[in-house]
Structure formats: structure tokens, C-alpha cells
């Protein structure tokens, strides 16, 4: 992959030399009917898509709408090198993963790799931000590290979602989705001025839905989601320079999830048999008997599984306009409260565990709070720039009993200050450098205990310890572009961080930690080129990563043959760490292309190639790495989409699809401690998806719109999937999916 970089850089130099003309003819027809401009936010001033000097993707509102885009995890189709799925150990949470870097965990004291900015705020946790995508202003997906601009936990990329503002007028939206297994999805805007400087917009939504999996012990269908939102946004001028945004939410989301328990064959990569843990309940001898009919329909469980999630939101935006500046203050809040709830595993069969044999409560409060300050220039010059102050404070207290009683409380706080500046050196050459400063500290206290009564008593305690953790990092990025003819090459060189911090699971002095921030520094060639009059867009991103100090979680038997720092490890069934282990190296390659073939088609692609693996990979003072599998990264994503667009009478009908397909990838364990053969399959099947969708959109008399769309998604397959297994230590889950699912949805507009 190296290789195949270098000669794409010598590639593109020579490319750039070359132009395409058209015939008087041909441009005449070709300028009618180009690809439209996506104008994006990525380096936080507005711009051309093809002008930025990043990897990012956007999806325009009427791509998102006509191609029955409805949730953030729907972008993994349309966008190369994404992986993208829920997760189901917490509450509105999303397990992402951006070039091959993936934070798939409910704890809040780790760190997410792929960034969520919503409305300018950028969400510390990843519970919460699995948003729907219907009140849509703009959606982007920026790949690879973007530490300068948007700072730590961004590794791996940022998806940066823009909601609606209000419109200040009189209006309602209102659409209604219906699909199988009793799911109904409510949602609701309306608009309404503030006097004549202003106005305000209330957004309410209802969903819920019934699991695909029928539950054998019980011998009823399993519950789902169940989620309540409601939301109110004013928009307000003070002056004419001066604009005001606030944004409320509330969330309310008492959803059950499917999992399915997996045998788990402890096997030390580099030592003995540790010997079988096998989960009671599920009573599969292998992982690959998971469910009674083999198709992952059907579930053992006696109780369900919760998890849950309840909070506020709060954003407030403001925007003043000066002389060649724009300056903007963005302050968010999130407070929330999850809870996760496992209890009671029934056997196949006539055997049903009566009451909680492995009983886990997890209560976890959660609270972010942060400020920033951004000048961003407008002089229309060679010179522009973007300054900006960032501040940051999260408080997390986690409370888990009865089988694993243990409390924890960590406070966290952050700030930096950064500037984003590119010069044109010429009508061709622009040079770009950011710079981003970041000082951190966390304070962690935990306090474990030998079963439910000493914790009631709160003594004795099996661990009590607090700890401190402290760092600081500079970020950097340097760019040098040429525009051509058609578009623009450019050359970039960035770093970026992951925090450390403390493991909320450990049981030991030495597994608490602290552990260091992993480190990541990419170089990316890029090409952004406008062919045929603009008919053609096509991108082309080529990248090497080198990551140093990975965290790894690291499970290890509890029989103490594991030494850390000079001491046997002896906590129980297994002992969880998280260490900075790993250095990987990962090369890649990304493809995005849209043809508008005619007025009325237009066709777009997506792929993206991945060349990954550990380079160095430490376990009790042995090097593993030969042993190791990258998470969560499938050597290909691809995707082919269409959208045909044909007038009506009364208005106009659009046919769209997608084909994407994903290659296998590992899920999340321990190659230190388990063996690839004889231990739990942690791997997820590549998988090829169909979705098509067929939307009347028809003008109303009043002046409004009705739209109404019948879908099918992931057509060519019946049955379920595994999405995401998960190893949690003492026990291994994974992750079921519907496959095939179709549905209708009733919009109206006006």
C-alpha cells in the first residue's frame, strides 16, 4: 500500500497537467445540467467541497431524503471507510469507526476515536448522538485525524451534523414512518416568527418498535426501542450584526436490546490452557450456534436486556458579524443518566433459570459542559484563518451491582487554544498550517467491594484509590495545494491524540492505570477534480497512518500468572486492563464519484481500501503482534447508488438505490488471551446490501408539499446478522440485526 501511494503521488503530479474539452455542443448540454455545488463547514468557514483540502464527504438534504437516509448509522453505505453501527450496551449510543479506528464501549472514563460535532457542540461521549437525520441542514464526514480544528478523541475523523435553524415563518413539517415488526416513527417540527426579528421551532418525535427476534423461553416477541424526544430551538437577530441561537432537548429512550451470549475459550496466546468459560443460559457449545434455527431469530433470554437513557441538551450559538470578521461563542450541555440492566439467561430447551443467575446494574451519570471561541476571517484576501479557545469540563459516576459491585467517579477537564490559517502564494499554490495546544486532567476515585451487603455497608472495601491524571499535546497540520484546471491536488502531513486516562473496570491497582494517549500521524494526497463542465465529480484520497502507544484492552486470567508492575493479578474471573500496547500501521485508499448521466439520472460510488495491521503489540512482556487483528476494520467498504428523477402529472417521481458492500472485520477482543482457533469467533461476516426506495413527491394546492416513499432495505438476504460482537471480560456478547425490512413513510410540508 506504501508503494501504492508513492506512485499515486507521481500519478497526480503528472495528471495535473492535463485537460479535458468538450465540443460547443457537448458543454452547451453539459452546463445544464451539472453537479451541484456542497458548500461545508469542514475547516469551520463555509466553502466549496472541492476547495477543501481535507477528506470529507457530504450528503446534501435531497440525497439524504431521496435515498431514505434515516439515521447517522445509514451514512456507513455512502461513505468510504466508515463502519458505523448501534451499540447496545448504552443508552442512544454509537459504536464508529473512521479508517480503521473505533471506540466501541459504554465506559465513560475511555475516549472515543471518531468525533460527533452537533450544532457546533462536540459530544465527549458517544451515548446519545444515534440521531435521526430528519431535521437535516447538513451532514459531513471528515476522515482521518482532525486534531487542530475540532482537537482530542477526533483520531479517526469527526461527523459533523447541522440541524435545522428556524425558518421564522408559519409552518409544519410532519412525517410518518411504518415499517414491520409493529415499528412506528412519529415526527413532528413546527415553525412559527418571533415578531419580525426572529422565530422559534418545536420538533417532537415518537418511536417504537418491536425486536425482529421472538424470545423461546418466553415464548413472546422481544420489545425494542421506545424512545420520546422533544426539542425547542429560537433564532433571534439583537442587530443587524448580531444573531442569538438556543437549542433545548429532551430524550427519553427505555429501550431492550437482542443480545446473544458466546462461549468463551480462555486460551493464553503465549502460555497453558486457561480452560472453558461458558456462559449459562445461552448453552451454545461454539459461537457459531448462537440461535435455535441458526438465522439469529430467535432469543434464550428470561429477562430482557435494558438500556436505557434519559437527559438534556442544551446549545446556545452566537454569531456576530464584523468588518472582515466573523466571531462566534458556542456553549453546549449534556446531562444525562443511562442505565443498563442484564439479568437472567434462560437455557434452550425445558431448562429456564427461575431468577438472576449473573445480575449486572450499571447507573451512570453523566455531564459535559463546554465553551468555544472562534474569529474567523472574511477579507476575501490570499490570507485566511480561523482562531479559536476551546474549554471543556465532563463529570461521570458509574454505580454497578449487585455481581459486580463497584463505584466510580472521574472529573475531566480540557483546554486549548488553535488557529487554522491557509496563504495564497499564488493564482495556483496555497499553503495551509494549523496549530492546536491542548491541556487535560482527569481525576478518578473508585471503590470496589467483595459482594451486595459489604457494599450496602460500604466496608470493608476490596480497592479504594484515587488518582490523578495529567498531559498536554500539540497538534499540527501542515497542507500545500494546487488548483488545476479541473480541480485541486493537495499534500497533507496532520497528528492528532486519543486522551488516556483510568479504566472504570479495573479491580487491581495496576488495571485502574493511569495509561497514556495514544498518538496517531497521517500523511494523505488528495485529488478534488471537476470534469465534463462539472458532470463528473470526481475525489481520490490516498493515506498512511502510523499509530504509536495504542490503547489496547487487555483481559487476563485471574489465576495471578499475569505480573504487572512486580504483582500477580489475582481479581476474580478475569482482570481487564488497558494499556498502551499497540503500533499500527494503516495505508488506504479512497474513491467518491457522481456522474449526472442525464437531467435525470444521476449516479454516485464510494469505495474505500484498507491495508492495516499491529506493528508492535505487548502482553506480558511478549511481543503478540503476529497473533493480532485490528478492530473493527474490513479491508473494503464500497457502494454504488442511483437516484432517477421523473416528473409526473401533480408532481415527480424518484427511484433510488444503493448496493454497498463491507468486508469481514474482527469485533472486539483480546488476541492476547484468545485463540483465534479455539476461542470465541469474533468475526463479523462480510455482508452486501440492497436498498431501494420509490418517492411520489406532489405539490399542494395550499402551497405546501406532500411526499410519500415505499422502501425495502437490505433486500437480498431473510433472517438476521451479527453486527457487533463485544467481549466484556467475564462474558462475550454479540449483537443481532434484521436484514431484510421494508416500510413506507407519509410526509407533509407547508
Given at each position: 500500500?506504501?508503494?501504492?501511494?508513492?506512485?499515486?503521488?507521481?500519478?497526480?503530479?503528472?495528471?495535473?497537467?492535463f485537460?479535458?474539452?468538450?465540443?460547443?455542443?457537448?458543454?452547451?448540454?453539459?452546463?445544464?445540467?451539472?453537479?451541484?455545488?456542497i458548500?461545508?463547514?469542514?475547516?469551520?468557514?463555509?466553502?466549496s467541497?472541492?476547495?477543501?483540502?481535507?477528506?470529507?464527504?457530504?450528503?446534501?438534504?435531497?440525497?439524504?431524503?431521496?435515498?431514505?437516509?434515516?439515521?447517522?448509522?445509514?451514512?456507513?453505505?455512502?461513505?468510504?471507510?466508515?463502519?458505523?453501527?448501534?451499540?447496545?450496551?448504552?443508552?442512544?449510543?454509537?459504536?464508529?469507526?473512521?479508517?480503521?479506528?473505533?471506540?466501541?464501549?459504554?465506559?465513560?472514563?475511555?475516549e472515543?476515536?471518531?468525533?460527533?460535532?452537533?450544532?457546533?457542540?462536540?459530544?465527549?461521549?458517544?451515548s446519545?448522538?444515534?440521531?435521526?437525520?430528519?431535521?437535516?441542514?447538513?451532514?459531513?464526514?471528515?476522515?482521518?485525524?482532525?486534531?487542530?480544528?475540532?482537537?482530542?478523541?477526533?483520531?479517526?475523523?469527526?461527523?459533523?451534523?447541522?440541524?435545522?435553524?428556524?425558518?421564522?415563518?408559519?409552518?409544519?413539517?410532519?412525517?410518518?414512518?411504518?415499517?414491520?415488526?409493529?415499528?412506528?416513527?412519529?415526527?413532528?417540527?413546527?415553525?412559527?416568527?418571533?415578531?419580525?426579528?426572529?422565530?422559534?421551532?418545536?420538533?417532537?418525535?415518537?418511536?417504537?418498535?418491536?425486536?425482529?427476534?421472538?424470545?423461546?423461553?418466553?415464548?413472546?416477541?422481544?420489545?425494542?426501542?421506545?424512545?420520546?424526544?422533544a426539542?425547542?430551538?429560537?433564532?433571534?437577530?439583537?442587530?443587524?450584526?448580531?444573531?442569538?441561537?438556543?437549542?433545548?432537548?429532551?430524550?427519553?429512550?427505555?429501550?431492550?436490546?437482542?443480545?446473544?451470549?458466546?462461549?468463551?475459550?480462555?486460551?493464553?496466546?503465549?502460555?497453558?490452557?486457561?480452560?472453558?468459560?461458558?456462559?449459562?443460559?445461552?448453552?451454545?457449545?461454539?459461537?457459531?450456534?448462537?440461535?435455535a434455527?441458526?438465522?439469529?431469530?430467535?432469543?434464550?433470554?428470561?429477562?430482557?436486556?435494558?438500556?436505557?437513557?434519559q437527559?438534556?441538551?442544551?446549545?446556545?450559538?452566537?454569531?456576530?458579524?464584523?468588518?472582515?470578521?466573523?466571531?462566534?461563542y458556542i456553549?453546549?450541555?449534556?446531562?444525562?443518566?443511562?442505565?443498563?440492566?442484564?439479568?437472567?439467561?434462560?437455557?434452550p430447551?425445558?431448562?429456564?433459570?427461575?431468577?438472576?443467575?449473573?445480575?449486572?446494574?450499571?447507573?451512570?451519570n453523566?455531564?459535559?459542559?463546554?465553551?468555544?471561541?472562534?474569529?474567523?476571517?472574511?477579507?476575501?484576501?490570499?490570507?485566511?484563518?480561523?482562531?479559536?479557545?476551546?474549554?471543556?469540563?465532563?463529570?461521570?459516576?458509574?454505580?454497578?451491582?449487585?455481581?459486580?459491585?463497584?463505584?466510580?467517579?472521574?472529573?475531566?477537564?480540557?483546554?486549548?487554544?488553535?488557529?487554522?490559517?491557509?496563504?495564497?502564494?499564488?493564482?495556483?499554490?496555497?499553503?495551509?498550517?494549523?496549530?492546536?495546544?491542548?491541556?487535560?486532567?482527569?481525576?478518578?476515585?473508585?471503590?470496589?467491594?467483595?459482594?451486595?451487603?459489604?457494599?450496602?455497608?460500604?466496608?470493608?472495601?476490596?480497592?479504594?484509590?484515587?488518582r490523578?491524571?495529567?498531559?498536554?499535546?500539540?497538534?499540527?497540520?501542515?497542507?500545500?495545494?494546487?488548483?488545476?484546471?479541473?480541480?485541486?491536488?493537495?499534500?497533507?502531513?496532520?497528528?492528532?491524540?486519543?486522551?488516556?486516562?483510568?479504566?472504570?473496570?479495573?479491580?487491581?491497582?495496576?488495571?485502574?492505570?493511569?495509561?497514556?494517549?495514544?498518538?496517531?500521524?497521517?500523511?494523505?494526497?488528495?485529488?478534488?477534480?471537476?470534469?465534463?463542465?462539472?458532470?463528473?465529480?470526481?475525489?481520490?484520497?490516498?493515506?498512511?497512518?502510523?499509530?504509536?502507544?495504542k490503547?489496547?484492552?487487555?483481559?487476563?486470567?485471574?489465576?495471578?500468572?499475569i505480573?504487572?508492575e512486580?504483582?500477580p493479578?489475582?481479581?476474580?474471573?478475569?482482570?481487564?486492563?488497558?494499556?498502551?500496547?499497540?503500533?499500527?500501521?494503516?495505508?488506504?485508499?479512497?474513491?467518491?464519484?457522481?456522474?449526472?448521466?442525464?437531467?435525470?439520472?444521476?449516479?454516485?460510488?464510494?469505495?474505500?481500501?484498507?491495508?492495516?495491521?499491529?506493528?508492535?503489540f505487548?502482553?506480558?512482556?511478549?511481543?503478540?503482534?503476529?497473533?493480532?487483528?485490528?478492530?473493527f476494520?474490513?479491508?473494503?467498504?464500497?457502494?454504488?447508488?442511483?437516484?432517477?428523477?421523473?416528473?409526473?402529472e401533480?408532481?415527480?417521481?424518484?427511484?433510488?438505490?444503493?448496493?454497498?458492500?463491507?468486508?469481514?472485520?474482527?469485533?472486539?477482543?483480546?488476541?492476547?488471551?484468545?485463540?483465534?482457533e479455539?476461542?470465541?469467533?469474533?468475526?463479523?461476516?462480510?455482508?452486501?446490501?440492497?436498498?431501494?426506495?420509490?418517492?411520489?413527491?406532489?405539490?399542494?394546492?395550499?402551497?405546501?408539499?406532500?411526499?410519500?416513499?415505499?422502501?425495502?432495505?437490505?433486500?437480498?438476504?431473510?433472517?438476521?446478522?451479527?453486527?457487533?460482537?463485544?467481549?466484556?471480560?467475564?462474558?462475550?456478547?454479540?449483537?443481532?440485526?434484521?436484514?431484510?425490512?421494508?416500510?413506507?413513510?407519509?410526509?407533509?410540508?407547508?
Amino acid at each position: 500500500m506504501r508503494n501504492l501511494v508513492l506512485t499515486l503521488v507521481f500519478a497526480l503530479v503528472s495528471f495535473s497537467g492535463f485537460s479535458f474539452s468538450l465540443s460547443a455542443q457537448e458543454q452547451e448540454s453539459a452546463n445544464s445540467i451539472a453537479v451541484e455545488e456542497i458548500i461545508v463547514t469542514a475547516r469551520k468557514r463555509s466553502e466549496s467541497i472541492q476547495d477543501v483540502p481535507v477528506a470529507v464527504s457530504a450528503l446534501s438534504v435531497e440525497q439524504v431524503e431521496r435515498g431514505n437516509i434515516q439515521r447517522v448509522q445509514d451514512l456507513e453505505k455512502l461513505v468510504p471507510n466508515v463502519e458505523i453501527s448501534d451499540m447496545a450496551f448504552a443508552g442512544g449510543a454509537m459504536s464508529a469507526g473512521i479508517r480503521g479506528l473505533t471506540f466501541d464501549d459504554l465506559e465513560k472514563t475511555f475516549e472515543t476515536t471518531v468525533g460527533v460535532v452537533i450544532d457546533g457542540v462536540f459530544a465527549a461521549s458517544n451515548s446519545g448522538v444515534d440521531l435521526d437525520l430528519f431535521d437535516l441542514e447538513a451532514v459531513e464526514v471528515l476522515r482521518g485525524p482532525q486534531g487542530t480544528l475540532f482537537g482530542r478523541n477526533t483520531i479517526g475523523g469527526v461527523i459533523n451534523i447541522t440541524r435545522t435553524k428556524p425558518t421564522r415563518e408559519f409552518g409544519a413539517k410532519v412525517k410518518v414512518d411504518l415499517e414491520e415488526d409493529n415499528t412506528s416513527d412519529l415526527k413532528l417540527i413546527l415553525n412559527a416568527p418571533l415578531g419580525d426579528n426572529g422565530g422559534i421551532k418545536v420538533a417532537l418525535r415518537k418511536l417504537q418498535s418491536d425486536s425482529f427476534m421472538f424470545n423461546v423461553t418466553r415464548d413472546e416477541r422481544e420489545k425494542a426501542r421506545d424512545l420520546e424526544s422533544a426539542s425547542v430551538a429560537v433564532d433571534f437577530d439583537l442587530t443587524e450584526d448580531v444573531n442569538v441561537n438556543f437549542t433545548f432537548d429532551n430524550y427519553n429512550d427505555n429501550s431492550q436490546h437482542n443480545l446473544l451470549a458466546i462461549t468463551k475459550f480462555y486460551v493464553n496466546k503465549i502460555g497453558a490452557n486457561q480452560g472453558v468459560f461458558a456462559l449459562l443460559g445461552q448453552g451454545a457449545a461454539t459461537s457459531g450456534d448462537l440461535s435455535a434455527a441458526n438465522d439469529y431469530e430467535t432469543v434464550y433470554s428470561a429477562e430482557p436486556f435494558l438500556s436505557g437513557i434519559q437527559g438534556n441538551n442544551m446549545t446556545l450559538r452566537v454569531q456576530w458579524e464584523l468588518e472582515n470578521h466573523t466571531l462566534k461563542y458556542i456553549a453546549g450541555n449534556n446531562d444525562f443518566k443511562e442505565l443498563m440492566d442484564i439479568c437472567s439467561w434462560g437455557s434452550p430447551g425445558a431448562v429456564v433459570t427461575p431468577n438472576c443467575v449473573f445480575p449486572v446494574v450499571r447507573d451512570q451519570n453523566y455531564e459535559q459542559t463546554s465553551h468555544e471561541f472562534q474569529l474567523i476571517s472574511d477579507s476575501g484576501g490570499p490570507l485566511n484563518y480561523t482562531l479559536g479557545l476551546f474549554y471543556i469540563e465532563t463529570e461521570a459516576n458509574m454505580d454497578s451491582g449487585p455481581a459486580s459491585n463497584f463505584q466510580s467517579q472521574q472529573e475531566a477537564e480540557a483546554q486549548a487554544i488553535f488557529g487554522d490559517l491557509s496563504y495564497d502564494i499564488s493564482d495556483d499554490w496555497t499553503l495551509g498550517l494549523g496549530l492546536r495546544y491542548t491541556e487535560e486532567e482527569k481525576d478518578f476515585a473508585i471503590q470496589t467491594y467483595g459482594g451486595l451487603a459489604q457494599k450496602i455497608a460500604r466496608t470493608p472495601k476490596v480497592l479504594d484509590l484515587a488518582r490523578s491524571f495529567k498531559d498536554d499535546n500539540l497538534q499540527h497540520r501542515v497542507v500545500i495545494q494546487r488548483n488545476t484546471n479541473f480541480g485541486m491536488i493537495y499534500l497533507s502531513h496532520s497528528t492528532g491524540f486519543r486522551s488516556g486516562g483510568f479504566n472504570a473496570r479495573g479491580s487491581t491497582l495496576q488495571s485502574v492505570g493511569p495509561y497514556n494517549s495514544e498518538e496517531v500521524e497521517t500523511i494523505e494526497l488528495g485529488l478534488r477534480s471537476e470534469l465534463f463542465d462539472n458532470r463528473v465529480i470526481l475525489n481520490v484520497t490516498a493515506f498512511t497512518n502510523d499509530y504509536t502507544d495504542k490503547q489496547e484492552v487487555i483481559v487476563t486470567p485471574a489465576d495471578g500468572s499475569i505480573v504487572v508492575e512486580g504483582v500477580p493479578q489475582l481479581c476474580g474471573t478475569t482482570c481487564t486492563f488497558v494499556r498502551n500496547a499497540g503500533e499500527v500501521s494503516i495505508d488506504g485508499l479512497e474513491i467518491e464519484g457522481t456522474f449526472r448521466a442525464t437531467e435525470a439520472l444521476t449516479l454516485r460510488t464510494a469505495i474505500g481500501l484498507l491495508d492495516s495491521g499491529y506493528d508492535k503489540f505487548e502482553y506480558d512482556g511478549q511481543d503478540v503482534a503476529a497473533d493480532a487483528q485490528l478492530n473493527f476494520a474490513p479491508d473494503y467498504t464500497a457502494s454504488v447508488s442511483f437516484e432517477y428523477v421523473t416528473n409526473v402529472e401533480n408532481g415527480e417521481l424518484v427511484f433510488a438505490g444503493t448496493l454497498s458492500a463491507k468486508d469481514e472485520f474482527y469485533g472486539r477482543f483480546d488476541p492476547a488471551v484468545y485463540n483465534y482457533e479455539l476461542g470465541a469467533n469474533m468475526a463479523v461476516d462480510k455482508a452486501e446490501k440492497l436498498d431501494l426506495s420509490l418517492t411520489y413527491n406532489r405539490d399542494l394546492s395550499n402551497g405546501g408539499t406532500m411526499t410519500l416513499t415505499v422502501f425495502g432495505n437490505d433486500i437480498l438476504e431473510e433472517g438476521g446478522y451479527i453486527v457487533r460482537p463485544f467481549d466484556a471480560g467475564a462474558f462475550a456478547f454479540a449483537t443481532p440485526q434484521k436484514r431484510q425490512h421494508f416500510g413506507i413513510s407519509l410526509g407533509l410540508e407547508f
